[in-house]
């Protein structure tokens, strides 16, 4: 049997059977040659596959489908990363400019958010957080994953630096909330929940974020924001000077009074910390306070972006000393503007390849359960089990020892959605 063949044994009531070389599950060792029996898409049985069933086992690991907690879509039919990557500021106008590019906007975004969203389901994605910036973009993405048959969160993108733009934004928060439950609870299949995305320290009034922050308290929906993104971001916070100063005094935005000297990213996890759960996205500069702080604080997730991270050349993440001090830190691919696709299995392979990291089925969770349960989905609906539906991918896997299971994982293609 070739490497992606998995024998599928109809019968009947819509059974199904399959038997795989590894059964993957995040936070749990591996099981070998499995037989998974699947009744009206729902796991009937998981055991070990008996000795007369070991020559139809498939060369393959199976694993749950995949959580994608930050995405920006809309830049998905982009061929590579937008340039240069450095500075910051700049790769920020090129995004301005890619955006004004399109020859008809709403299609133009449309087009980009479909595109990404179908990749993101043939990567195994089955639930999606993603950075909305119009409602024009909500309503597609509403109708896309109806189609595609997975679940999202739409995080409505709020900018406005000036006090001008405070009233406005807020009230674009408010319209964006209005289909939203007024008690937020666990999601349905196939449902997109409302949530909203202050965007950055740099791009977003106090008096605007404080305004949002009351908003999602008060209906309690999730929050996610890019922080401590760039050593630029944290000097403008702390010091009100450099790169992002001359930026925003390039677009007749800068007021020195906006900013009060000696903030800095921690201001910003305390008022986070006051929602039900929040993100905070990308935190490449958190230092020792800001650790200290989300270890203490697990509500508030830390979106690692790994490949978007290396295309701007960020001096190493902190994640691993965030995981040891008890904060939660997931994955996400942020958006083809800065990385080359949108496989949230290839962020964990990259991530597994470095030295001294745990195997692959220890980091799982970081795109799997508690990725779920960041963005208020059941964490149980993530894992491969009896009484759940079928949701998985398959990779090639043709590995006999555990003990070289795991490079086998990190060098493995692709995975395959196999969903029933």
């Not at 106008?93 to 299609?107: N, T």
């Not at 921690?266 to 986070?272: D, G, I, P, S, V």
């Not at 270890?295 to 965030?322: D, E, I, K």
């Not at 779920?372 to 991918?393: C, I």
Request: contains cysteine.
């Amino acid at each position: 049997m070739t490497d992606m063949e998995i024998e599928i044994e109809p019968g009947s009531h819509s059974e199904t059977v399959i038997r795989c070389a590894w059964l993957v599950n995040p936070g749990k060792a591996p099981r070998k040659n499995i037989r998974v029996t699947i009744v009206n898409g729902t796991v009937a049985e998981l055991c070990e596959a008996p000795a007369d069933e070991l020559s139809q086992i498939a060369d393959v690991a199976i694993m749950p489908s995949f959580v994608n907690v930050h995405t920006h879509l809309e830049f998905s039919r982009l061929p590579a990363p937008l340039a240069p990557s450095t500075p910051f500021s700049d790769w920020i106008r090129s995004v301005i400019q890619y955006r004004s590019a399109g020859p008809d906007g709403e299609q133009f975004m449309t087009d980009g958010i479909r595109s990404g969203l179908h990749e993101s389901r043939n990567a195994g994605v089955r639930l999606i957080g993603e950075i909305s910036t119009t409602e024009h973009g909500v309503s597609t993405l509403q109708q896309a994953i109806e189609e595609a048959r997975i679940s999202g969160v739409s995080f409505r993108e709020l900018i406005g630096f000036s006090a001008d733009h405070v009233s406005g934004q807020l009230n674009a928060a408010g319209k964006h909330l209005e289909t939203t439950p007024a008690i937020y609870t666990i999601a349905d299949e196939h449902q997109l929940v409302r949530g909203l995305s202050p965007h950055a320290p740099y791009s977003v009034h106090p008096e605007l974020f404080e305004g949002l922050v009351d908003i999602a308290r008060r209906t309690t929906v999730p929050v996610a924001m890019h922080l401590a993104e760039t050593v630029d971001e944290v000097e403008l916070l702390l010091n009100q000077t450099g790169r992002f100063v001359d930026f925003l005094q390039s677009l007749n935005l800068w007021d020195p009074q906006i900013l009060a000297p000696g903030t800095a990213p921690l201001r910003y996890l305390e008022k986070l910390a006051q929602l039900e759960r929040a993100l905070a996205v990308h935190g490449n500069y958190f230092g020792p306070a800001e650790i200290e702080f989300l270890s203490r604080h697990p509500h508030v997730a830390v979106v690692y972006c790994p490949r978007t991270h290396a295309y701007f050349g960020h001096t190493p993440h902190p994640w691993q000393q965030l995981q040891s001090a008890g904060a939660v830190v997931l994955l996400g691919t942020d958006s083809r503007a800065s990385n080359p696709d949108l496989s949230v299995w290839k962020e964990l392979q990259f991530v597994a390849s470095r030295k001294n990291v745990a195997p692959v089925w220890e980091l799982l969770p970081m795109i799997t359960t508690s990725a779920a349960a960041a963005l208020g989905f059941d964490e149980e609906d993530f894992v491969v089990k009896v009484g759940n539906r079928f949701h998985a991918v398959s990779l090639p896997c043709k590995c006999d020892s555990a003990s070289r299971l795991n490079a086998t994982l990190i060098r493995a293609a692709d995975v395959t959605d196999v969903s029933l």
